[in-house]
């Protein structure tokens, strides 16, 4: 078996040993693992390692002890009970920062019982970071995922797309109603089978950006994918299987991007080969289209330093992002409405709509990105970088931040116009930070994410994930640890600090999402789900919106359920996983640097 997946197999199994061991009938009960909420993978020797106690109980302090339970290696005190920001339920924290030593531990409070196994290292995310990447691998349409590479949840080729309809909807002179085209490779953006340009521009942003930021650790990174053999990082590898799908996307007399690929419906709990339905392109748009451009403009400068491996690549996808760029730049505001659609147009379509009607955020990334890789100001001058001050996170249908990345990633190679506006875009990202970082250490769960309600949305782990990202940009601007740590909180709130008690990975920790609802781990008669994927996480309508029986919650940080039939709260999607690469990958590039400081700002 590969080192992968022996390494993943373990986190499968609980740990492999560590769960027998740590397990005693009296103390470690469900019950009591539950109650103590940490990261289930596990902690840096020299960062903040925080566990959180929930519910009543009269323990002054906590044992951490070896996974067997037999020998304590570590006391502390339990703080003060503290009522949790939304349900106020009673918490505790248990800080056991101060102990570095490898090794493999549970957390013991008397009268509650003890944690779910964890170990301390370094590295100690380097799994979770190469899954999260190879979890598109799993995603990859037209191509047979063989044992090799995918273990157990290998399955034949699905959905070739070599014979594509182009939808009324998008028909043109040149390219009437019912032309047959070719558009494979990509991945499945979700639980669904279909293929959406706009979902897969934060995707794509996000996966290019990581490895623009940490190229070094990224090189070293190998997943086992049938592109390991060159000399190309892993990370790269994969994001051109999706990469060459959206240059099919693109409608070669125009330039302008279709919305979508898709069925006109969803597809039944099957596996991909047995779905063989009709498969759609469907209007283009300005969204999809400006999408577009900005992932082309930054692939031709990612791809430019592995020319000789991709001859050509990065001039085509500089060609492509600049006629992408002039098609919306003559359709500035045609959205994707598919109500309206359905009513005009044969088949109708019901699959994800990914519908947006405020386009000045996909402007500004595209441009950014366009002015960065060629150096033109007339790209930068065509929009206004500083519309107003907001910084909203990153999501499909907002990107604003996207494009300040990349300016503030590249700062010293600015003309004197983007010169003048970075001092105003990084004091916005750094109040942005500031915001998450600043009273996160007196919350109940000790994370940047989760302490107000509108973090509890549909993709709430994304939110997270991509508060993530944000902090790290603001750490990599300043040097200042006390971004660093904070990012580290929300990375531990995914890996099971958190109101539900659940770590939001596939795969990892032993109270992990087992029943996410991605059709592959649904249909494919194998118990585990496919691993390093992020669930969607709570979400404080998910009751509302899927009306799926067993939510329980009343609380909108508790209101998550692991079943597959909870798409509003345990879906898995492609632009949730992308930040989660970067934020698992960022933290391991970064201690791998620097180390963490457990404490101080600086």
């Not at 099919?248 to 080969?273: C, E, R, S, W």
């Not at 505001?333 to 309206?340: G, M």
Request: proline share 5%.
């Amino acid at each position: 078996m590969h080192p992968f997946y022996q390494t993943l197999s373990r986190a499968l199994l609980c740990l492999s040993v560590f769960c027998a061991q740590a397990q005693t009938p009296t103390q470690n009960t469900a019950l009591s693992q539950e109650a103590i909420r940490l990261n289930q993978v596990g902690f840096y020797p020299n960062a903040a390692k925080i566990a959180v106690v929930v519910g009543e109980n009269k323990a002054s302090k906590f044992y951490l002890k070896t996974a067997d339970g037999s020998k304590t290696v570590f006391t502390g005190n339990l703080s003060d009970v503290k009522p949790a920001e939304l349900s106020g339920k009673p918490t505790r924290v248990a800080d056991f920062s101060g102990y570095k030593a490898n090794g493999t531990y549970v957390l013991e409070v008397p009268g509650v019982g003890s944690s779910y196994p964890f170990e301390i290292k370094p590295q100690v995310h380097q799994d979770v970071a190469a899954a999260a990447i190879k979890g598109f691998y799993f995603q990859r349409t037209a191509i047979e995922l063989p044992k090799e590479y995918a273990g157990k949840w290998h399955r034949p080729a699905g959905h070739p797309d070599s014979k594509v309809v182009v939808h009324p909807s998008a028909a043109t002179a040149q390219r009437p109603a019912g032309t047959v085209i070719s558009s494979s490779r990509g991945w499945y953006d979700a639980g669904d089978y279909n293929k959406y340009i706009v979902n897969s521009g934060i995707t794509m942003g996000t996966l290019l950006s990581a490895y623009e930021d940490f190229p070094r650790f990224y090189q070293a990174q190998k997943l086992n994918i049938p592109e390991s053999a060159n000399q190309v990082p892993d990370i790269l590898d994969e994001t051109l299987w999706n990469l060459r799908w959206m240059l099919t996307m693109q409608d070669p007399t125009d330039g302008g991007v279709y919305h979508k690929l898709t069925n006109p419906a969803f597809d039944g709990i099957i596996m991909p080969h047995a779905a063989t339905g009709p498969r759609y392109v469907v209007q283009k748009g300005t969204g999809a289209t400006l999408n577009f451009a900005a992932v082309m403009a930054q692939a031709s400068r990612v791809y430019q330093n592995f020319s000789q491996d991709f001859p050509g690549l990065s001039d085509s996808c500089l060609t492509a992002a600049a006629r992408a760029w002039e098609w919306a730049q003559k359709n500035p505001n045609l959205a994707y409405e598919q109500d309206a659609l359905n009513k005009s147009f044969d088949p109708d379509v019901s699959t994800g709509a990914y519908g947006d009607r405020d386009f000045s955020d996909e402007f500004l990334w595209a441009a950014a990105e366009l002015y960065t890789t060629t150096q033109k100001e007339s790209y930068y001058k065509a929009v206004n970088m500083l519309p107003n001050a907001r910084m909203p996170i990153p999501s499909w249908a907002q990107v604003r931040l996207l494009g300040y990345y990349t300016l503030l990633r590249n700062k010293d190679h600015q003309s004197a116009a983007v010169q003048k506006d970075l001092p105003e875009i990084k004091k916005r990202l750094l109040r942005l930070a500031d915001g998450m970082v600043t009273g996160a250490a007196a919350g109940a769960y000790r994370t940047a994410m989760g302490r107000v309600k509108e973090d509890y949305n549909w993709g709430s782990s994304s939110v997270a994930a991509n508060q993530g990202v944000a902090l790290v940009q603001a750490y990599q601007l300043t040097g200042h640890k006390k971004y660093l740590q904070a990012a580290l909180s929300n990375l531990d709130y995914l890996l099971g600090r958190n109101a539900v008690g659940y770590s939001f990975v596939t795969g990892f920790g032993e109270k992990s999402t087992m029943n996410p609802h991605h059709r592959p781990s649904m249909a494919d008669g194998i118990k585990e789900p496919v691993p390093g994927l992020l669930s969607g996480g709570t979400n404080g309508q998910a009751n509302k919106q899927d009306k799926c029986d067993g939510y329980t919650a009343t609380t909108p940080d508790e209101m998550y359920i692991d079943s597959d039939c909870s798409y509003a709260s345990n879906e898995i999607a492609i632009n949730w996983n992308a930040p989660l690469v970067y934020l698992a990958g960022a933290v391991e590039a970064l201690q791998q640097q620097a180390g963490f400081a457990a404490h101080g700002s600086k």
